[in-house]
């Protein structure tokens, strides 16, 4: 690891970082310079506008009065004083059409004709309210009678449900002797269902104590296609020499097993000596290719540095000045030599 790249990184790191935050508080300061600048700006405009106001305000009370104004006689309070009434009778010459002073309506017998119309909505709503009572009368008559055809009906159904739950009841009662008497036939046939089932039961027992199954006889396993076959429910098991064949065979799997297993290992064995010697082959190669690089590095370092002593020597004229020109100045070294060699021994 280069430290010294590092630490130039992380110093310039940290010169970035300080030149960042340098600029991020110039910025902030400048930031909080306009809006101090705004501040006052908008206070200034404020003023302005408010000392604006002020002198409009002055102006009009002090030159635009209201009584110097061409339409002061439209809001003159003393107006309704100096005027005349709009007209003395409904004959009167004043009320032209075009004055809009006489309408449909607003004559001088308006409270003789309001008091006749009061008088007749009065009438309306006396006939009104006689109407009403006399619906409500036959909304009453009707609600009456309704109540009654609901309670015959009413009375209808609770005999004809009365009715039901006794044919109910009646259908209950037969079911129940029905369901009585199945039971009754039920338990005795599951007493003779039971009685029967024993009687089988020691009849099996008796014929299987007796027969070859639980005599544990081998002729009666043996199939009818053949000795080598057995039946599954009657065989009792393999005998002694048909188990001492099975367990040699078992020996000698095991034996070509473990024999399988050691020319296995043994394979392993060659293939990973074969593996160890081409490694070493390869390395030996490598380090051979890599001293002949070295040598033909050195003769070439040694050519150059030839050809740099007599570079050295030569002098180039250009005008009245000699330039000495130099083709090579860095003489290797054995660190030089040694950055060639990389593998490992």
Known sequence: VDKDALDTQVKDRKIQEAAEKARNEELANEMKQNDKIMCMLEERQKNDIRNINKAISEFQKNFQKPETRREFDLSDPQALKKDRPARLSDND?????????KFMGEDLNYDQRMKFQKEQLREWSLQQQRDWKNALADQKF???????????????????????????????????????SQAAELADRKKLEKHQKMKDDMDEISSLLQGDL????????????????????????????????????????????????????????????????????????????????????????????????????????????????????????????????????
């Open 93 to 101: 010459p004043r009320c032209t059409v075009s004055g809009l002073q």
């Open 142 to 180: 009707a609600d009456d009678l309704y109540d009654k055809n609901r309670i015959a009906l009413d009375q209808k159904a609770m005999e004809q449900q009365r009715k039901e739950e006794e044919n109910r009841r009646a259908v209950c009662a037969a079911t129940k002797d029905f369901n009585r």
């Open 214 to 345: 639980l005599s544990e006889n081998p002729e009666q396993a043996v199939s009818s296609f053949g000795r080598h076959r057995v039946i599954t429910d009657r065989w009792k098991g393999m005998t002694q020499d048909q188990l001492m064949a099975i367990r040699y065979s078992q020996q000698q799997q095991v034996l070509e097993k473990l024999r399988l297993k050691e020319e296995e290992r043994r394979r392993d064995a060659e293939w990973d000596r074969q593996s160890i010697q081409a490694a070493r082959a390869q390395l030996v190669l490598e380090r051979h290719q890599q001293r002949q690089n070295r040598e033909c590095r050195r003769a070439l370092d040694s050519i150059n540095a030839e050809l740099s002593q007599e570079q050295k020597s030569k002098q180039v004229p250009k005008g009245n000045i000699y330039l000495k020109e130099e083709a090579y100045s860095n003489f290797p070294t054995g660190q030089y030599y040694a950055q060639f060699n990389t593998t490992s021994r």
